[in-house]
């Protein structure tokens, strides 16, 4: 794998990053909320990318893995605007992006901010967009409108999972669900029916959501929300391998 590298923003943000250079459309992938691109699903992409001589780009977004800044400072438009600029350094053409959760919504407002000639396609897995809203109790929505943080047990490590109002009122600024979504490039979804955490019902929502007439999901029924098996691993480098057009 391609040495972890660091893309300065002009606030002084460090961004921790990994770039393979390739054949195009270059791949970037954005991991879900808490995560980085040290994840098995960012792996596995970057590795058959690079087998396939292909372009693709990891990144860390700041208060997360390797790039500096504290995650309580986090939100969907800074972590967009660091993506952003991470594709303008390194990816001149066309994308594929491939969003895992939070990355889904993120892969979203991402796409809505390049011009389209340089959206190739969409990969969603379990995506989440408007999980602010949809994924909190109108009493915590509240206690957020207030400037509380709400902690939550984490399932997938020990520590607790923050929700900053800050983050909270960003979402809110940022829902997608309500209205047409203007976005006409291929996508695909994929969706555990065991997913505890984004409901499958989401992706059928952002489907319908999207301008795009070519859509497919694909639902894995006894798929979880991290959809990290071998098995759902491999259903994923099919769809990014579709999508951006990687020979088999």
């Known amino acids: 794998m ?102 889904g919504w993120l892969m979203l407002l991402v796409a809505l901010a390049l011009p389209a000639e340089r959206v190739a396609g969409l990969v969603g897995i379990a995506p989440a967009p408007d999980f602010t809203d949809w994924g909190n109790t109108s009493e915590d929505q509240a206690r957020l409108a207030a400037g509380e943080t709400l902690w939550a047990d984490n399932p997938y490590g020990p520590e607790r999972t923050p929700t900053y109002a800050g983050f909270w009122a960003d979402g809110q600024a940022n829902l997608l669900l309500g209205s047409e979504i203007a976005l006409t490039c291929p996508a695909r979804l994929l969706h555990g029916q065991q997913d505890p955490d984004v409901p499958w019902a989401i992706s059928l929502r952002l489907a319908e959501a999207l301008r795009s007439d070519a859509v497919r999901i694909t639902l894995i029924k006894d798929g979880d929300h991290r959809l990290s098996r071998d098995a759902d691993i491999a259903l994923l480098l099919d769809a990014v391998g579709a999508i951006a057009g990687w020979p088999d």
């Open 2 to 103: 391609a040495e972890i590298a660091f893309h300065e923003m002009p606030d002084g943000r460090r961004i921790a990053y990994r770039f393979m250079p390739g054949a195009g459309p270059a791949v970037v992938f954005l991991p879900g909320y808490m995560s980085d691109m040290a994840g098995g699903k960012a792996t596995a992409v970057f590795d058959l990318a690079r087998a396939k001589g292909r372009a693709c780009l990891l990144l860390d977004y700041s208060g997360c893995g390797k790039s500096s800044g504290e995650f309580a400072d986090g939100t969907l438009s800074r972590w967009r605007e660091e993506v952003l600029s991470l594709i303008e350094a390194h990816c001149p053409g066309s994308v594929v992006l491939a969003g895992s959760s939070m990355g």
